[in-house]
């Protein structure tokens, strides 16, 4: 099963939170979130608090939040943007999502771990460009998460960023 960073405060993007949170970031506040999930593992951890903040622009590496049509709100890396396309996925997932600007709830510009706060690290292009590859296989596998993790991409991928 594949783990995910969802916000549990439901799926309805029409429900109170989502508007409340979408509203508070237009108008320019930053809004801070609880994490759930391992999905973007080793970057956040459960119960991690991250500091949103919307901005006019978004870069591959970014950490975003975003409304996916069935997950609910989602925290994971923007790994390229293809016209109005934005590919996101989880670092510690095989999944991409595929999401719009307007979907975009903001970025990540603060992490607190057990009360320690960061701003979140550059990723390298390197980075990006494996953890997109191992999409790929996992599409290729047929989606099969088992023929996926015995692939040499992904336990390359692993080693180097997600056991650091």
């Known amino acids: 099963m594949e783990n995910k960073c969802i916000q549990n405060y439901g799926r309805n993007k029409e429900s109170f939170y ?7 970031l237009q108008k ?3 809004v801070t979130l609880s994490v759930q999930g391992i999905s973007m593992f080793p970057a956040l ?9 919307k901005k006019k622009l978004y870069l591959p590496g970014d950490i975003v939040v975003f ?14 943007v293809k016209g109005s ?3 996101c996925k989880g670092d510690n997932c095989f999944r991409i999502e595929c999401t719009t600007y307007k979907e975009i709830y903001g970025k ?3 992490i607190s771990h057990e009360g320690i706060d960061k701003v979140p690290g550059a990723v390298s ?15 290729r596998s047929g989606c099969n998460v088992k023929l996926t993790r015995k692939s040499f991409i992904y336990n390359k991928y692993k080693r180097i960023y997600l056991d650091s």
């Open 85 to 87: 396309r934005y590919l």
């Open 28 to 30: 320019g506040y930053a």
């Open 18 to 24: 989502h508007k409340l949170v979408s509203s508070m």
């Open 108 to 110: 990540v510009v603060l």
């Open 45 to 53: 951890q459960e119960n991690d608090m991250v500091r949103i903040e």
């Open 67 to 80: 409304e996916h049509e069935t997950e609910g709100l989602l925290i994971h890396r923007l790994l390229k």
């Open 125 to 139: 292009k390197k980075q990006i460009r494996l953890s997109y590859k191992v999409n790929r296989k996992f599409v």
